[in-house]
């Protein structure tokens, strides 16, 4: 038997189901290949021409590796899987958004978006999190609790099933169409840092994904303390939802504003690492018709950005089934826009994408939460007539 096969046949006989690899980072698929029995010599390099394959190339069949011996590659694939996860629910909208809802593990559901470029770039929007612990009341996904963070390989595992469905791996021709990666999905990425550094390492690692860290945008609903950290960790954009340029109003539509209200939340932004008139902090703005679009609103909010290199994101507010605001008027949208690029601040008005499969984020899950859930009152109500009939 070849010196990198297995030392320990017992391993591969005490676990029935296959290992999953999509998804680990480098030093994790080193240390599945040590556990699985590769020499210790052989690791460097296997790991490494795996990660590749895995990574670059996309690959789902082992027999794909063409520079592993067939015999090492029987072996791996019977301990080893390099399987997506499911994906549930996908939902293509007329302008070409795509959302996908993606099965990470049992109740472990989780919703990505491809918003496709008009100009160059499309961006995959990932979430971080199943649910949210904080509770901002224009957003559907601040309605769902937390029920766990994800994983690296979660997250990073978002960005494959896009590149498997949008059929962008090495061997497909043409541009790429998904440029820019944004943790604008589901959950609060600052809440579960480590993890998604982790994840911005394998989605920027060159021998991999390959996504340049400028491509990669972090949004947070504003947690000061780590928002310096999260820029060394990861020389990831910034994005901050701020949505309210005055502490009362702010506080009343994102609760977090009363633990780090605005003066903190400017000067952690002041102090993020890299921060320069060529990497500018994004702020988005949801426009709440009669809340937050007055022209006094757009002067404080010019007010509060003076000397940080920044550029404000409009956001139409996207209304959901229960939703407390409504979203502005265009004209009123306009206008706002207008008093903010005046005051010299690039101020794009985002297009609504995806209208007919949105409505909005967090959405999806809750649409198959509600199904599983009726299918769980059918299973009750089975169950009920089972004991009653017993
Ligand atoms: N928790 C992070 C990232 C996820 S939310 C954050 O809050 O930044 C991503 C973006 O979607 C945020 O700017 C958020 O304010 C915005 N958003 C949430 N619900 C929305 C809605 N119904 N309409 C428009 N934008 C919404
Ligand atoms: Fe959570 Fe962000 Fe939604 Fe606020 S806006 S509830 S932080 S996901």
Request: proline residues 4%; negative net charge; contains cysteine.
């Given at each position: 038997m070849s010196a990198e096969l297995y030392k320990n046949p017992a391993l591969k006989t005490a676990q029935p189901a296959l290992i999953p690899l999509a998804g680990l980072g480098r030093v994790e698929l080193a240390q599945a290949l040590e556990d699985f029995g590769i020499a210790p010599k052989q690791i460097r390099m296997r790991s490494k021409q795996i990660f590749h394959w895995i990574y670059?190339?996309?690959?789902?069949?082992?027999?794909?590796?063409?520079?592993?011996?067939?015999?090492?590659?029987?072996?791996?694939a019977e301990t080893f899987s390099l399987k997506r996860p499911e994906i549930l629910d996908k939902q293509v909208s007329v302008d070409g958004t795509r959302k996908y809802l993606i099965r990470m593990a049992?109740?472990?559901?989780?919703e990505s978006v491809f918003i496709?470029?008009?100009?160059?770039?499309?961006?995959?929007?990932?979430s971080s999190q199943v649910g949210c612990t904080l509770t901002c009341k224009f957003c559907h996904t601040g309605t769902q609790r937390l029920v766990r963070n994800l994983t690296a390989a979660e997250i990073a595992l978002q960005v494959m099933v896009a590149r498997d469905d949008l059929d962008e791996w090495p061997s497909s021709s043409g541009e790429r169409k998904m440029t820019n990666i944004v943790f604008m999905g589901m959950g609060e990425p600052l809440y579960n840092m480590n993890e998604v550094a982790k994840a911005?390492?394998?989605?920027?690692?060159?021998?991999?994904?390959?996504?340049?860290?400028?491509?990669?945008?972090?949004?947070?609903?504003?947690?000061?303390?780590?928002?310096?950290?999260a820029g060394e960790k990861t020389s990831a954009m910034l994005a901050i939802s701020l949505h309210a340029a005055n502490d009362e109003l702010r506080s009343e539509i994102m609760p977090i504003n009363k633990k780090y209200p605005l003066k903190a939340l400017m000067e952690a932004c002041r102090a993020y690492p890299g921060l320069s008139n060529s990497r500018r902090i994004t702020f988005e703005y949801v426009m709440l018709k009669d809340i937050n679009d007055s022209p006094r609103h757009a002067k404080e909010l010019i007010n509060l950005l003076r000397g940080i290199p920044a550029k404000v994101n409009l956001i139409p507010f996207n209304p959901w089934p229960g939703s407390p605001y409504e979203c502005s008027d265009w004209e009123t949208i306009e206008s706002f826009a207008d008093q903010v690029n005046a005051a010299g601040y690039a101020s794009p008005i985002r297009t609504p994408r995806g209208r007919d499969i949105l409505a909005a984020c967090g959405q999806l899950r809750s649409e198959s939460e509600k199904l599983r859930a009726s299918e769980r009152r059918k299973l009750e109500k089975q169950h009920l007539e089972n004991v009653e009939t017993t």
């Open positions: 670059n190339y996309g690959v789902t069949d082992w027999d794909a590796m063409t520079n592993i011996t067939k015999d090492l590659r029987v072996k791996l049992p109740g472990i559901e989780v496709p470029a008009v100009s160059k770039t499309g961006a995959l929007c990932v911005i390492d394998i989605i920027c690692d060159c021998e991999g994904l390959s996504f340049g860290r400028r491509r990669i945008t972090l949004s947070t609903s504003g947690v000061v303390p780590e928002i310096v950290n």
